[in-house]
């Protein structure tokens, strides 16, 4: 009886409702980030179920537009006589869709004009007409060129070619194709509308929306039509790779729609590929989501992990008080306790320093967006030009330009960045606005804040291709407040230097083969940077506020300006053995100060409370010299995370001191008496690494 009634006394009660609390948070929490993910993945996979059928269709009704059109106008071409009629009709209608590279009409043997093969067609790109004949005999079935004829001819319908390259063209093409018949139904020729891949590709592209999303194409036999990267052009999408196995493989080939998810070789990322028949051509089109892609990226689930951490450790306490303290605390359960709650406690800053340490933060700065697709460039091009036009009823003349960074290097709130800059700069303003940038945040600190140098200037038709080398030192607005576990963003930004030119330098896409920020686009993959890790790169546009004329004769009151972002994570290792390391090993000597101390004279092993004061003396010089050092090499003006912890070792030996002074020169105080001083031996580490959980929590929460 007075065993039972010991079980449920009011400590043990109070125990097994503590656990009970702490088993409920924890189950909580789990199920909450348990749902969050699930719910986060549905949303994801319907939202990319409506991009890909939208995709789907917005390509089926160009490629049924170009498949109605061709039967449309093969019938117009057998009414035609003269071949300077055909010529000029063939020029009209290959400019009439963006898609088509160019219209080919291509006769049997005799039958235009008496002629033996006659094949005009007209390249969009050369703005002028080829001969297919005089490249290669068209009709021949022995021939892999000539099966866009051939197979039109021997099958007697319309059909959709498979991928070839075209020696006339000197590209790789699909055409549809449209068989010419007289009145009594013997074919005559073909009429053949052209599609570049490369063309496909951008189509496809404008479609595609998200960050690390991107759209393929590929035939019933699986070779690729169209990728972002044209390496990928004609391999097969039916191979056992990237995690894929046979049961992914018979999805992708044998159904009309569906999803499925692998690793993808383009972003190396994990992701989702929607895919969907279309129905004019029987290809399957594909959109590629992450799931963060579809969604945005999200710190609700970093933050979710950290309760769950929470949680898990309350736990383990409550259980193991509960368990030691049925028939109450004796000194070693005490220890042990002590013990658990100070690991528990490390543990969850470990925790909170890991998932800082794998999250990249500038995912959610919704202030701006990254400029990773044509959809989001057109979007903010247009933005600016409807305002610029609404002022001065003027329009930007947009410049593709672009950078690559050799190498760079960091120092307080400076970046010295050397690199190259090219720009597709167009003819029609070379001579009122010659090619030249400059950088806004050159730093004043340095005699020569920019060094450029011209490499060359290449023609094309439209643009000039003007390349430079440059180096300079740019002000950055770092942040110290998480050091030494801080993340940064290094941005070089760059404008035309004459305002009134209105000259709009924006991203030049095309130039990357790869556009996901976690690929670092623009940036050398062998660059080292001692003190940190570049974890991803992108442009934005973004409106600069001058509120200078700079002597024109209107007001500019804003500019947009290209920015090149470059998000690095600093490495900890160095600050930490710096930092933490003896910070641990002063917190170590003053437990084992604390732990001899007593509150009877003989059991003191000869400490003194000026043995005490002097041994507190030297621990806060040798704190309070590796503070100075660390503050005067990060020159920050706010309160960095690792001071915070030299803050509290500043307490923590002052509190210490003054309380071991005081048992020793006799204060008769309850809590020295208990147990000779073991309440304050016991919560030394429980109530430091608290102090660090609470304010790590409140920095990186």
Do not use: C
Not at 9 to 25: K, S, T, Y
Not at 338 to 367: C, K, M, P, R
Not at 415 to 434: D, R
Not at 608 to 618: D, K
């Amino acid at each position: 009886m007075r065993r039972q009634s010991s079980l449920f006394n009011g400590r043990n009660v109070a125990l097994l409702v503590l656990a009970l609390g702490a088993a409920a948070l924890t189950a909580y929490t789990i199920l909450d980030l348990r749902e969050y993910r699930e719910s986060r993945q549905e949303r994801s996979l319907e939202v990319g179920r409506h991009a890909g059928v939208r995709v789907a269709e917005a390509l089926d009704e160009t490629l049924v537009e170009v498949s109605e059109r061709a039967t449309e106008y093969m019938n117009e071409v057998r009414r035609i006589g003269s071949e300077g009629e055909l010529l000029e009709s063939i020029r009209k209608e290959s400019n009439r869709f963006p898609l088509v590279m160019g219209v080919t009409v291509a006769f049997e043997p005799g039958a235009f004009g008496g002629k033996d093969l006659y094949s005009p067609f007209f390249n969009k790109e050369l703005e002028d007409f080829q001969f297919i004949e005089e490249t290669y005999d068209y009709t021949s079935p022995d021939l892999d060129s000539a099966k866009w004829y051939r197979g039109v001819v021997d099958s007697g319908k319309a059909m959709w070619s498979e991928p070839y390259f075209a020696k006339a063209a000197q590209t790789m093409l699909v055409d549809y194709g449209v068989p010419m018949r007289e009145a009594d139904g013997t074919i005559i020729g073909v009429v053949d509308y052209a599609i570049s891949l490369s063309d496909f590709t951008r189509i496809v592209d404008e479609l595609s929306v998200g960050e690390a999303g991107y759209g393929f194409t590929y035939d019933q036999t699986g070779a690729i039509l169209s990728h972002p990267n044209p390496v990928y052009l004609l391999q097969n999408v039916f191979q056992l790779r990237d995690g894929k196995d046979e049961a992914i493989l018979e999805t992708l080939r044998e159904d009309d729609e569906g999803i499925v998810a692998y690793n993808s070789t383009y972003t190396y990322k994990y992701s989702w590929f929607f895919f969907r028949k279309l129905k004019s051509t029987g290809w399957k089109s594909v959109l590629v989501f992450a799931e963060d892609d579809l969604l945005g990226a999200s710190d609700e689930g970093r933050q979710k992990l950290i309760r769950i951490g929470i949680g898990i450790g309350l736990l383990l306490i409550a259980l193991l008080a509960l368990i030691q303290g049925v028939d109450g605390f004796n000194r070693r359960e005490l220890w042990r306790l002590a013990a658990l709650t100070s690991l528990v406690l490390l543990g969850n800053v470990i925790l909170v320093w890991y998932l800082n340490l794998t999250t990249d933060f500038s995912q959610f700065d919704h202030e701006v967006e990254r400029i990773v697709n044509k959809t989001i460039l057109d979007k903010y091009v247009e933005q600016n030009d409807a305002e610029l036009h609404k002022l001065v009823n003027e329009h930007y003349t947009k410049v593709p330009t672009g950078m690559f960074i050799e190498s760079f290097e960091l120092s307080s709130f400076e970046a010295s960045i050397i690199g190259k800059l090219w720009m597709k700069y167009p003819k029609s303003l070379y001579e009122t606005a010659p090619p030249g940038f400059y950088f806004p945040d050159v730093s004043a600190r340095e005699a020569r804040g920019l060094i450029s140098e011209k490499l060359s200037e290449v023609e094309y038709d439209e643009y000039v291709l003007v390349t430079w080398r440059f180096r300079v030192t740019s002000e950055q607005d770092f942040s110290y407040r998480q050091f030494p576990f801080e993340q940064n963003d290094v941005a070089l930004r760059v404008l035309y230097p004459d305002f009134s030119k209105n000259v709009l330098l924006v991203p030049d896409l095309g130039s990357y083969d790869i556009l996901d920020p976690s690929v670092r686009p623009g940036l050398n993959p062998d660059v080292s940077v001692p003190s940190s890790e570049t974890i991803a790169s992108f442009f934005t546009l973004s409106n600069t506020s001058f509120k200078s004329t700079f002597g024109n004769s209107r007001l500019v009151k804003s500019y947009p300006t290209l920015t090149f972002h470059m998000v690095v994570k600093r490495i900890y290792l160095n600050p930490f053995i710096a930092n933490i390391i003896p910070i641990l090993i002063v917190a170590l000597m003053m437990f084992v100060v604390l732990y001899v101390s007593s509150n009877e004279d003989d059991a003191r092993s000869g400490l003194t409370t000026m043995n005490v004061v002097q041994s507190s003396a030297g621990f806060l010089f040798i704190l309070l010299l590796a503070h100075v050092n660390e503050r005067t090499r990060i020159e920050t003006p706010e309160i960095a995370y690792i001071e915070l912890f030299y803050f509290s070792m500043y307490l923590y030996i002052t509190v210490q001191t003054l309380a071991l002074a005081a048992m020793f020169s006799g204060v008769d105080w309850k809590l020295f008496r208990w147990n000779d001083n073991l309440a304050l031996k016991l919560i030394f580490w429980p109530l430091l690494l608290a102090i660090w959980f609470a304010f790590t929590l409140a920095r990186f929460y």
